[in-house]
């Protein structure tokens, strides 16, 4: 007999189970511009206390690098459970854990919210400014104080809890030690003053002085309809000298009551203005569509390409075209003056057919041609008019 005989036949080894390893670079690629540009940065930050049903946001802008930035809200806050549910769970769905609309503080009463945030990477915004921060929030009498450190291999950040204590405030503040600033306090100001409408229940707090956010509601509203996509509202703020900043130049889109697409007079038509030119200069479009939402990028720093999106550039480039048209009137008016003096020798011989063209062609091509120079419609005449010599003769 075999000496191995009623011998257990070995057992086969149980796999080995293997987890992927998160790079250094992970949240660059994970959060994009949220950790990549201070703009991005500071205005997530802004937007979170928005979605946290805040009525006050004060922030402290430290001048230089190793001073604290702090912002702080009195919004709803979380309990340690929904922070760490909330912190520790990657790509967060914040539509499925809390719906569309803003929780508020247990009895405050304020006009309803739809929440900015859908996927929980606003959260990771105060890693632009350092490698670690720290999160204190009140909720149900008790104050829990978080630190997130960022790290590499088995996870991107990890949490330290660093205690509790009672309180009977709410809201949430995040404390970090900036290590790149990236603006100065008047360029947070700027910015934030042109990402966020005015709301009654609703300010920011810069340095200890509040920001004038965007009022249009003083302003002429007119309706746009798109196609199969829905009515947009569109305001045109005129400004008395110039626009405040380059920034503020162009065709705004507007989701939920903050910017989604930064001013831009090119619609994807061909600019409508050239930025060289004081028109441009004097005239922003605010533009509200908020059947947008679904293509707002996720850090909110453009609106994705689409056909509906499409539809909405076409609708509104044609009503900025005629709307300009009409308040430029008289100032093209006199222009066309200026460009017939200047062919006036050739034109009193053309015969009156050919001057009404010349006439035509200098309105229709200041209208499809608003950045035009005076000097190239001037230009332009003088050979309309001399062709039409030639070929009168």
């Not at 809200?73 to 912190?87: P, V």
């Not at 400014?129 to 104050?143: I, N």
């Not at 949430?172 to 990236?182: C, S, W």
């Not at 994807?268 to 569509?289: C, M, P, Q, W």
Request: net charge negative.
């Amino acid at each position: 007999m075999s000496r191995n005989a009623g011998a257990k036949p070995d057992e086969p080894e149980k796999p080995a189970i293997r987890r992927p390893r998160f790079s250094k670079s992970f949240l660059e690629q994970h959060a994009g511009r949220i950790v990549q540009d201070p703009e991005t940065a500071i205005t997530e930050l802004v937007a979170n206390a928005w979605d946290a049903g805040a009525t006050v946001v004060d922030i402290t802008w430290p001048a230089d690098a190793g001073e604290m930035l702090v912002v702080q809200d009195d919004g709803t806050g979380m309990t340690r459970e929904e922070f760490e549910d909330r912190w520790m769970t990657l790509h967060y769905n914040r539509l499925e854990s809390q719906g569309t609309t803003v929780e508020f503080p247990k009895g405050a009463k304020r006009s309803a919210r739809t929440a900015y945030g859908r996927n929980g990477l606003g959260r990771h915004a105060a890693f632009y400014f350092a490698e670690r921060y720290e999160v204190h929030t009140a909720k149900d009498g008790l104050l829990t104080k978080e630190r997130v450190t960022r790290t590499a291999g088995e996870a991107p950040y990890e949490l330290t809890f660093l205690g509790q204590e009672e309180t009977s405030e709410h809201g949430t503040t995040v404390r970090v030690e900036v290590q790149r600033p990236g603006l100065l306090w008047f360029e947070v100001r700027d910015l934030l003053s042109g990402r966020f409408f005015v709301d009654p229940d609703f300010s920011v707090v810069l340095n200890g002085n509040e920001i004038e956010l965007l009022d249009v509601e003083q302003l002429e509203v007119r309706e746009v309809p798109v196609e199969d996509v829905g009515t947009a509202r569109v305001r045109r703020i005129d400004w008395e000298e110039r626009a405040p900043t380059a920034k503020h130049n162009g065709v705004a889109w507007w989701v939920n009551k903050r910017l989604a697409r930064p001013p831009s007079w090119d619609l994807g038509n061909g600019a409508i203005l050239d930025n060289r030119f004081s028109a441009a200069r004097k005239h922003t479009y605010i533009v509200e569509l908020d059947e947008l939402e679904p293509f707002v990028r996720p850090d909110w720093s453009g609106i994705m390409p689409a056909p509906d999106v499409i539809a909405a550039e076409r609708a509104i480039d044609d009503f900025v075209r005629e709307d300009l048209n009409t308040v430029l009137g008289s100032a093209r008016r006199a222009r066309k003056r200026r460009a017939i003096e200047q062919s006036k020798e050739t034109l009193q011989h053309l015969t009156p057919l050919s001057q009404d063209h010349i006439a035509e062609f200098i309105d229709e091509v200041q209208k499809q041609c608003p950045s035009l120079g005076e000097k190239e419609l001037n230009d332009a005449v003088h050979v309309l008019a001399k062709l039409e010599e030639s070929r009168s003769g």
